[in-house]
């Protein structure tokens, strides 16, 4: 328990820290306000007009370019971006759900095709699993009017063989083709280099 005495001395040195605070607060707001700011001359700037070219140059024309193939091969890129994630990984826990994944995805002979695999398929008894990122996707070659395609994704895979902690990196290519059905690119191919 604290004596009467501490308790008064604390309560002086609380008043004395809130006078001095009092007092520096004052001389702050106080003693500032005489001083006055240099005005500094600014001399006028002429004004440059700018020279727009009535035709576009090349370089503008190539950026419009690289728009427009940015913007049609949006739908490949994107497709493509999805199938490869999907389809290029695996867990032999998962028994091929990978590939069930992407059937909607597949043209209709490609499809078939996963669908023999998923039916045929083993699975190894022994751990393994494989996850995959997109580090970048080429669209190498598109044509709109016969609805073909061609991509290159470049991937990088996570393998682990026996043990989820066994990872080995790897970076792969895979290039995939493309045909139009109906309204929707749908994958025809898919070729790990």
């Known amino acids: 328990m604290m004596t009467r005495r501490k308790r008064l001395t ?35 700037v002429e004004e440059v007009q700018e020279v727009i070219p009535t035709r576009p140059t090349i370089s503008e024309q190539e950026l419009e370019e690289e728009r427009e193939t940015r913007t049609t091969s949006a739908g490949v890129v994107s497709l493509s971006k999805t199938f490869v994630t999907r389809y290029g990984s695996y867990s032999n826990e998962a028994n091929f759900a990978n590939l069930e994944d992407v059937l909607p995805l597949a043209s209709i002979s490609f499809a078939s095709e996963l669908r023999t695999v998923i039916d045929t398929g083993v699975v190894p008894e022994e751990y393994y699993g494989v996850s995959t990122s997109i580090v970048t996707v080429t669209v190498d070659e598109k044509d709109e009017t016969v609805g073909t395609a061609q991509v290159t994704v470049t991937t990088q895979r996570e393998e682990a063989i026996g043990s989820t902690q066994n990872v080995a990196v790897k970076y792969q290519d895979i290039i995939l083709t493309f045909v139009k059905e109906g309204d929707a690119w749908k994958v025809d191919s898919a070729t790990w280099q």
């Open 10 to 44: 604390i309560i002086a040195l609380i008043l004395l820290i809130l006078f001095l605070l009092l007092i520096w607060l004052m001389w702050v707001v106080f003693s500032g306000g005489d001083e006055v700011a240099p005005v500094e001359e600014v001399a006028p």
